[in-house]
Structures are given as structure tokens and as C-alpha cells.
């Protein structure tokens, strides 16, 4: 049973900092896969903010770049998000997520395996 597990959010105020972890237990291709990080705001769609590829390759939305980095540990079958000079617009809710059939980046719309979500509230 795969099952993902995030941690690490919390409430800062604008310009902190915090990092997200995701731990994927079961989840087989852990390694090989591209695994992503998503948010959904209030009132929101969920949007892509991250994701890496079996290869340490990486995206962002434009919105994140130069402030998030995307990390992996396949040893501990974990994916992070750190996330530095933080705004309010980036209050949401933080899911993970990796794809359930093949290798491909998970996006919003794919048949992915999610995590329960991690909240991060920005002030201003």
C-alpha cells in the first residue's frame, strides 16, 4: 500500500522560511519516477509549483522561481520543498504527489498517489 505522508508546514511570517518533507512509504519506483509538489489556495484550483525528475532535473512555476528548490533522497524514499523568502500569496495547502501508472511528472489532472496535504499560512 503506498501511502505519502507530508510534514513541515506551519505559519511564518513573509520572508521566512520552511521546508516540506514528503515520505512515500510503498511506493516502489520511488527512484525512477518524477515526483512533484502541488498547492491549492482558498477558492483555488490545485496548481504545480515543483517537480524533479528521475534525473535531479527540475521545474518551477514562475511564481516560486529563485525561492523554492525541489529536492529528493531516493535512500530515504523522501521528497522536500524548501521554501525561502516566503509571501502571503503562497498560503495554501502543500500536497505531494507521484504518478500511479508510469513515470511521467504527475499534474493536477493525473491519476497520481497524494499526500494529505500540509498547511502554510504566510502574514504579512
Known sequence: QVQLMESGGGSV???????LS??????RFFS???LGWFRQA??????????IDDDGSTTYTDAVKGR???VRDNAKITLYLQMTNLDPEDTAMYYCAAP????????????????Q????????
Not at 514528503?22 to 511506493?27: H, L, V
Not at 500511479?100 to 497524494?114: A, E, F, M, R, V
Request: hydrophobic content about 25%.
Open 22 to 27: 514528503c515520505t512515500m512509504s510503498g511506493f
Open 100 to 115: 500511479q501508472i508510469g513515470l511521467h511528472c504527475p499534474t493536477p489532472g493525473s491519476n497520481n498517489y497524494w499526500g
Open 117 to 124: 496535504g500540509t498547511q502554510v499560512t504566510v502574514s504579512s
Open 13 to 19: 511570517q513573509a520572508g521566512g522560511s520552511l521546508k
Open 68 to 70: 523554492f528548490t525541489i
Open 32 to 34: 525512477r519516477s518524477c
Open 42 to 51: 482558498p477558492g483555488k484550483g490545485r496548481e504545480e509549483v515543483a517537480t
